[in-house]
């Protein structure tokens, strides 16, 4: 049997393109777009954005970012500009437009391609912009109005130009030329100095999840598949294109769905459902997961934060034709990199504290589990786990300092190895379960978020340094919300410090609550006790309840 | 005691999610999407559903309603009246 390969996100979007050239690849608020359709606007933007950097004139872009949400024109964007030969910087125009601005500049992308969603957030980003911009208008953005409106960015649309000279077909002369190495999409995650981390993922990182991924779980293009992931999330890649590869349907996931997609799941008929597992904790408490109401689906993956065992044995309860794995990964090994296949009658003595596995590394990738003393731990032992292989990322964009403390050789060793953070331990059988993180690094909602950041923005919002936020409840390094502390007088206006804290961080990030304290615990060290805070939270709660 | 109506648990809705009134267009609040105007996020509408629940006696089953229409103010306040009356997909508690 010849193995399955590709050569890089597009490479593996064109493939199917040329097979399947009919076949639904998307459908999203409710329209359909087939392979051939949704190359052709692919296409034309990508001959869009070449032409418009060749009219700028300068340096040939690495990245560019697109600003759009759960719509025909996001998707668009993302192979418009792996087209071009160019790596993606997703932008969410839900997020706050302080943090879209300082993602936009970290980037140093010089073009911008619009979504019409995107037109209020836009006009922001334009407005402030500390450099002249090529935005690209997609259909049901007036280029016209922004251009007379804002005199100092240039404006294009896939459609100018000779429209009857528009290419409908991606150049798969370029698409063979796309090197491994340059960026396929551009991320960022919850940076400990208040600035949020880009991460660059290259196409042969990305190129390398695919390869692995598609065969081992047998994809068909008869399978449909959910986007239930922001396209800020790494696991979005997963999503679009695992599904493209497969010459399968996509199948956009409207934002209030994603709480409760049962109804959609069997209205869409999915085949395959991808989310953050405490979607399964939401269908539980609002009743719709109910045995065997999910038969369509064959494959259900979670991935972003914990599966508690309870939550495992529900959704295949719902779901009894389908096979359920928890798999595990942080965006620096790009997507995903371990899996563990949920078997409720013979595998549950494995679950740790009531949490799935997070199981075995992909067979294409290496992984170690360091002890605290630095050598490499025996089975049974807890320690880091360290990642290498080619879907490890290179490092942080534009910080060496944080991509020497993280990615790391050792002694005789030539590989390149990413630190987690992640504390795990293997047991007999060499499979994984998740401990914890190392240092504060939390999911919130499955979201990552370093919570030396929020105490960063909570010191910059109060003016005082005496400022801590806390994950809360936590359990295995999952938490529902995240709480603040500040050493302050009573009559301090906490709602006023929370709403600029909304001013700058995403929802997940914001604090639900400001506890005002006298002093801060300190811990052995002399050091502020973060735990010790955390421990508090639910008291507190009570109290002013 | 008499099932409770619809306006009776939509006021509740409002009392409860204390920025739904300021966030709702000036037609009123009954067609504010909670989750899409940010009066809620996920785990604050299940707490909302709980609230409710508890208020009112009831357990709201929301089956196969569309999300669309249960994150509305009033779509949710149909949903949980119907409940009350006894006509809902859902038990009476």
Same mark, same amino acid.
């Given at each position: ?98 943090? %879209? ?71 798969? /002369? ?75 349907? $996509? ?56 599966? !508690? ?6 959704? @295949? @309860? ?45 067979? %294409? ?25 080619? @879907? ?27 630190? %987690? ?52 409840? $936590? ?18 206006? %906490? ?20 506890? !005002? ?29 | ?30 067609? !504010? ?7 809620? /996020? ?18 709201? /089953? $929301? ?31």
């Amino acid at each position: 049997m010849s193995r399955y390969s590709v050569a890089s996100l597009i490479d593996a979007f064109c493939q199917s393109a040329d097979r399947y050239p009919e076949r639904t690849a998307l459908e999203v608020a409710g329209q359909s777009f087939t392979y051939a359709d949704l190359e052709a606007r692919a296409a034309a933007l990508a001959s869009a954005l070449l032409r418009a950097e060749g009219a700028a004139g300068g340096e040939a872009q690495p990245v560019v970012a697109f600003l759009g949400y759960r719509s025909l024109g996001a998707y668009v964007s993302v192979l418009g500009v792996l087209a071009a030969g160019k790596g993606y910087v997703p932008l969410n125009p839900n997020f706050p437009l302080a943090r %879209t601005r300082t993602m936009l500049a970290l980037s140093r992308c010089a073009t911008l391609v619009a979504s019409p969603e995107a037109a209020e957030v836009l006009h922001g980003v334009l407005a402030d912009a500390p450099r002249p911009l090529t935005v690209i208008c997609l259909e049901g953005l007036d280029a016209g109005t922004l251009r007379a409106a804002y005199p100092r960015h240039r404006f294009a649309t896939p459609c100018d130009g000779d429209s009857a000279a528009a290419p409908t077909r991606i150049d798969r /002369d370029a698409v063979a030329r796309v090197s491994p190495d340059g960026t396929a999409y551009l991320l960022f995650t919850s940076g400990s100095t208040g600035v949020p981390k880009g991460v660059p993922v290259s196409h042969g990182n990305a190129a390398s999840y695919v390869s692995y991924v598609v065969p081992r779980y047998g994809f068909a293009p008869t399978d449909r598949f959910s986007q239930a992931f922001d396209m800020t999330f790494d696991l979005s890649v997963h999503d679009m294109f695992v599904c493209w590869a497969s010459g399968a349907a $996509l199948v956009s996931v409207p934002h209030a769905a994603v709480m409760a997609p049962a109804k959609l799941i069997r209205d869409a008929r999915l085949t395959v459902w991808f989310s953050v597992p405490s979607v399964i904790m939401f269908m539980q408490r609002l009743r719709t997961l109910r045995p065997a109401s999910l038969p369509d689906l064959r494959i259900s993956l979670f991935c972003g934060e914990p599966l !508690l065992e309870r939550w495992a044995d529900a959704w @295949q @309860q719902a779901a009894p034709n389908s096979i359920v794995e928890n798999v595990y990964g942080p965006t620096e090994a790009t997507i995903a990199i371990s899996h563990y296949r949920w078997d409720p009658v013979r595998e549950r003595n494995r679950c740790a504290n009531g949490v799935v596995p997070i199981g075995t590394i992909f067979a %294409t990738q290496t992984g170690m589990i360091v002890g605290a003393d630095g050598a490499a731990a025996t089975r049974g032992q807890p320690g880091e786990l360290w990642l290498s292989g080619s @879907q490890v990322t290179r490092g942080y964009l534009d910080n060496p300092e944080k991509t020497a403390q993280q990615f790391v050789s050792r002694a005789s060793d030539p590989r390149v190895w990413y630190r %987690t953070g992640d504390m795990v331990v293997e047991d007999e059988d060499g499979v994984m379960q998740y401990l914890g993180r190392v240092d504060n690094q939390v999911q919130v909602n499955g979201y990552r978020v370093e919570l030396q950041e929020i105490d960063e923005v909570l010191r910059h919002a109060s003016g005082n340094d005496s400022a801590m936020a806390v994950a809360w409840p $936590l359990e295995a390094g999952r938490a529902d919300s995240v709480y603040a502390f500040l050493c302050a007088p009573p009559a301090t206006d %906490t709602a006023a410090i929370i709403r600029q804290c909304e001013s700058v961080l995403p929802g997940y990030m914001v604090p639900k609550a400001i506890f !005002l304290i006298g002093d801060m615990p300190l811990n052995a060290n002399g050091k502020i006790d973060r735990a010790a805070l955390a421990r508090s939270v639910g008291e507190l709660i009570s109290a002013k309840s | 005691m008499p099932s409770p109506s619809y306006a009776e648990i939509r006021d509740f809705i409002v009392s409860a999610a204390p920025n739904a009134a300021a966030r709702a267009a000036a037609g009123g609040v009954d067609d !504010l999407h909670l989750l899409n105007a940010g009066v809620v /996020d996920s785990l604050g509408f299940v707490n909302l559903l709980a609230a409710i629940e508890e208020r009112f006696g009831i357990e709201i /089953d $929301l089956g196969d309603a569309d999300p669309d229409e249960f994150l509305t103010v009033g779509g949710l306040a149909r949903c949980a009246a119907a409940v009350a009356r006894g006509d809902g997909a859902a038990h009476g508690g």
